[in-house]
């Protein structure tokens, strides 16, 4: 199997410079638009496919980034891999502003967002106990190493409805009692999702500020969010120009199963699914889903 290795760029991060055969194409899916077209091309000899997560202009407020849309199309476009860019509240002192945290796990609390591709007619339940995939979260930490950021392995990522950031309550809570490492706004359902479509998926956390619990820090101010991301943007798209040489081109099987997900996921007997549903699931669990 071919590599092509998907990158969703959260705020800050709208394009990618370097492309060979750089196209901006539309894809259509039956969860309705992507957050814009996605930039196709090749880098060092391996297709990419970079989403800017909120569209460029910055359109789409994290409840409203269009998820499934999202994952559907850059199924379709055959992306296997997928590493997640964010801007993200630090909940530990010594991960600080600059810095770069390879997101391991999640806490979702977000609420009213479609989490699934499948519901009544087609049910199905993924593992998500390890959401994000450790070969590529190597990749990309290697990568971060090399572009020389202060760069940490592991941590656990808070996802937030928002769109107003946490109150000084909530953020002792999440760091002191539930024990998150960073705090953001859009991992969640964007890896869920990626699990149900059979992509691995990585996390690379830029952070940005101490939310609102670090009492040397004010609370969190977007003023100060976006002159970090400003400094990072550089960083980010360096260590997305190394990925292609770490990952190569030939993709052997996830050791981990991320792209088995769905092997012994469903559970609606064949005679009992809705052919509608199952129809739109063509690209996202066509593998385990044939069609008569
Ligand atoms: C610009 S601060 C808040 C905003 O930034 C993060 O988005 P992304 O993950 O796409 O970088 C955060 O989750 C909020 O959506
Ligand atoms: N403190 C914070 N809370 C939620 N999302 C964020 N994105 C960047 N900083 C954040």
């Known amino acids: 199997m071919d590599t092509r290795i998907g990158i969703i760029g959260g705020s800050g991060l709208y394009q990618i410079e370097g492309l060979a055969d750089a196209e901006w ?15 196709t091309g090749t880098l060092d000899g391996v297709p990419m496919a970079f989403l800017p997560r909120h569209g460029r202009g910055h359109v789409h407020s994290p409840s409203t980034v269009p998820y499934r849309a999202n994952i559907d199309a850059l199924k379709r476009l055959g992306v296997t891999d997928i590493f997640s860019v964010s801007a993200c509240g630090s909940f530990r002192e010594d991960l600080a502003p600059g810095d770069f945290v390879i997101v391991d796990q999640f806490i979702d609390r977000t609420v009213g967002r479609e989490s699934s591709f499948f519901g009544t007619g087609c049910v199905a339940h993924v593992s998500v106990a390890h959401p994000t995939c450790p070969r590529l979260g190597d990749a990309a930490f290697a990568a971060a190493k ?5 760069v940490h392995r592991g941590g656990t990522y808070l996802a937030m409805e928002g769109p107003q950031f946490s109150s000084a309550a909530e953020s002792k809570m999440y760091r002191d009692a539930w024990g998150a490492d960073v705090i953001g706004m859009t991992n969640m359902p964007e890896a869920k999702l990626a699990r149900e479509a059979e992509i691995c998926y990585a996390s690379v956390a830029m952070i940005t500020d101490y939310d609102s619990w670090h009492p040397d820090h004010g609370s969190v101010d977007i003023s100060d969010i976006l002159a970090i991301l400003g400094g990072n943007a550089d960083a980010a798209r360096g260590l997305v120009a190394r990925l292609p040489g770490l990952l190569g081109a030939d993709r052997a099987p996830c050791p981990h199963g991320c792209d088995r997900a769905l092997e012994f996921a469903l559970m609606t007997a ?4 809705d052919p509608t549903l199952v129809a739109k699931l063509e690209a996202v669990a066509g593998r385990v889903l044939p069609r008569g």
């Open 146 to 150: 090399a572009q020389g950021v202060t």
């Open 270 to 273: 064949p005679d009992h699914r």
């Open 25 to 39: 194409v539309g894809v259509d899916t039956p969860w309705g638009h992507a957050s814009d077209k996605i930039l």
